[in-house]
Structure formats: C-alpha cells, structure tokens
C-alpha cells in the first residue's frame, strides 16, 4: 500500500453519537465509552464518510500519499 491513513478523534468534541461507527463501510470504528474509538485502522479505505458526517468535528481522516512530481 502507498498509502497511509490516520484516524484523529477528539474525544472532547466526540458526543457518541455513533454516526461515525454507522456510516463506516469497513467497520474501523466503535463506540467505547461513549467516544468514537478507532480498533481496525488497516481496513480503513479514506473513504472521509465518518469526517465529513460527523456532526461535531469531532473525527479527522489523514491521508499522506507519496506525492511525485508529475504536474
Ligand atoms: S460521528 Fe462524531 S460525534 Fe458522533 S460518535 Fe463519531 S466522532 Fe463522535
Ligand atoms: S474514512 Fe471511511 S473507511 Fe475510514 S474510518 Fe472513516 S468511514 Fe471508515
């Protein structure tokens, strides 16, 4: 894989809402204690649903791709 994923939650922001373990399509997240947690962060695809779902801004998606100097 070239590429790598990283998975922010801010757990000060995060009101457990559980959309973000909903909408993932590659079962990333859970719930624990109410936060968001993150528990499989290799099957995450970047896809962003959970990012850009997230009521509360709670939940940021990082994705570093090796970059080439093509343009
Ligand atoms: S969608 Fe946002 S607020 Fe809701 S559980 Fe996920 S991270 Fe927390
Ligand atoms: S970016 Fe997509 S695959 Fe990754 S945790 Fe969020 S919803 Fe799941």
């Known amino acids: 894989m070239s590429k790598s994923i990283t998975i922010d939650i801010n757990e000060k922001w995060c009101k457990g809402c559980d959309i973000c373990v909903d909408v993932c399509p590659k079962d990333v ?3 624990e204690n109410f936060v968001a947690k993150v528990v499989d962060l290799d099957s995450c695809t970047g ?3 959970c990012e850009q779902l997230c009521p509360d801004f709670a939940i940021v998606v990082n994705k570093s791709e090796k970059k080439t100097k093509s343009a």
Do not use: E
């Open 47 to 49: 896809c962003m649903l």
């Open 29 to 31: 997240l859970v719930m």
